[in-house]
């Protein structure tokens, strides 16, 4: 019963936002660190951004810092991920997960991780 759904993906042009939410079904959110991790074809899976359930501390990969925000809201058992000034590397399948934490693994793997959702496309092009 515990699943994570992720939506709000789609297509953008170079520039432009979009802005994912990850759902928690069945249960809250609050003592868990919630990650977003991307894959694109013929590439690993890279981690993009991760929220504490801590204190809502939060970190991001270098290659989206500055343009991408995480943010949680534990009322709603939902987590964003805000993403501006796309760009057509950004291109991938983002999937969010869950690490039985407070304080969020490293973002340079993803065993940590233990619940994922299914995943939702972003494309990124002209």
């Known amino acids: 019963q515990m699943q994570l759904v992720e939506s709000g993906g789609g297509q953008a042009q170079p520039g432009g936002s979009l802005r994912l939410s990850c759902a928690a079904a069945g249960f809250t959110l609050d003592y868990y660190a919630i990650a977003w991790f991307r894959q694109a074809p013929g590439k690993e899976r890279e981690g993009v951004s991760c929220i504490s359930g801590h204190d809502a501390s939060t970190s991001y990969a270098d290659s989206v810092k500055g343009r991408f925000t995480i943010s949680r809201d534990d009322a709603k058992a939902t987590v964003y991920l805000q993403m501006n000034s796309l760009e057509p590397e950004d291109t991938a399948v983002y999937s969010c997960?869950?690490?039985?934490?407070?304080?969020?693994?490293?973002?340079?793997?993803?065993?940590?991780?233990?619940?994922w959702g299914q995943g939702t496309q972003v494309t990124v092009s002209s």
């Open positions: 997960a869950i690490a039985w934490t407070l304080i969020c693994p490293v973002l340079t793997e993803a065993g940590p991780y233990n619940i």
